[in-house]
């Protein structure tokens, strides 16, 4: 069993910043490969920031420079922080942990980018 839960989104105005984070629980014992999701109204759900297996971070090319992954390995948490948003970032948020070749999704938390 293994659950994912995520926090931190809200309504903000463009420019402005917000901080997620994902809490994980259950049988996880590396962080490896996991990373964070979004899905638009309309659209398809897309990578944003991701870790490799080798635990590179990667970064969609609509983020870069401007949203931040990281991690904490020892509670098993996840954070993306999100600067000089805008509003197509707006969406609902997903955390992902991929463990024994099965994916794990949260329940999501919404985005909203608007003025």
């Known amino acids: 069993q293994v659950q994912l839960v995520e926090s931190g989104g809200g309504l903000v105005q463009p420019g402005g910043s917000l901080r997620l984070s994902c809490a994980a629980s259950?049988?996880?014992?590396?962080?490896?490969?996991m990373g964070w999701y979004r899905q638009a109204p309309g659209k398809q759900r897309e990578s944003v920031a991701v870790?490799?297996?080798?635990?590179?971070?990667l970064y969609a090319d609509s983020v870069k420079g401007r949203f931040i992954i990281s991690r904490d390995n020892t509670k098993i948490t996840m954070y993306l922080q999100m600067n000089s948003l805008k509003p197509e970032d707006t969406a609902v948020y997903y955390c992902?942990?991929?463990?024994?070749?099965?994916?794990?999704w949260g329940q999501g938390t919404q985005v909203t980018v608007s003025s």
């Open positions: 259950g049988s996880i014992f590396s962080m490896r490969g």
């Open positions: 992902n942990v991929p463990v024994s070749g099965k994916n794990y």
């Open positions: 870790f490799s297996t080798g635990g590179t971070a």
